[in-house]
């Protein structure tokens, strides 16, 4: 979901508490996982921090909970500081309720993304792998479409914050229009499904015994298109792989990647890599689509190239 959803959505479920006062606070948290996006000039020099990006280490439970503390104590410190040097008052407290605010708004964000593809990691750090309800295509066109008239109708006076409580509404109706529409792909559809822009339309992806396939499969039709199957191993075996699946730049591309095939290179090299993202299928991430390892010495391998 994009930031301006999670924001109104919290402020919608203060608002309709009656907690107005708390509103700052649980949109701090809200929106504060969406700073992981500045994790990338860290990562993107040291392959073995790759879950921390945008959409991974701070997107887990245990990362949303202390991104939100943090973020409270800087608030705190800085919000005192103003006060202190620019003699300014601030219409809000900083106590228990705010400080959970801010950890609710963090977890409500939390469960927005579990409901969209790609998925988040929610158990890192005991676990990295994905999770995801694929409810949502990533951010939803709908929403922000609603969530973006609701701020120029409040900026403009046309709607007061108590009319939030609507947003709130809206968005469980299309939560469940959506959330039907996820079950009937579920049941009419074999494979791993992945929901699209259009509601009506799922990627489908399959493991077969030694390929992979890809399709889009109209859920009101049953018709299937733009069928492609790659081989999962071309000059490589499964005991190769195993022997360098913990390659840092391996695991990273696989991390962003709902499959990966490998085929080994005329010159010895093995390359992994996300032909479904390569070829612009799938569009997100857009990052690490791809890497080439090569042997230097027996049972070592590196990364040459990404």
Known sequence: MDSLTHALLVTSMLVGIGALELVPFG????????????FYLISSKRPDLYIFIHGGAAHSIAGAAAMAIAAYGIMYVVTLAIEHFFLLTFPFTFNLLALVAVIVGAMVHVALDFLASPGIP????????????GIFAGPSVVMILISWT?????????VPISGLIVYGILFLAYFTFSLTIRIAAAIKISGMTYPTINPFMWLVIEKQTDSWSLKF????????????????????????MNQVSDIPEIRRVRYHSCFTIASRQDNGDIVIWDPARLEKIIRYPPYYMRTIIRQTNPGYWKAVTE
């Open 150 to 158: 609701f701020i120029i109708l409040f900026v403009a006076g046309l």
């Open 217 to 240: 499969v109209d859920l009101i039709t049953g018709f299937d298109t733009g069928n492609r199957t790659w081989p999962a191993l071309q000059g490589v075996t499964e005991e190769d």
């Open 122 to 133: 929610l158990f890192w750090p005991f676990k990295e792998t994905k999770f995801t309800l």
């Open 27 to 38: 949109i701090l948290g809200a929106v504060i996982l969406d700073a992981d996006i500045l």
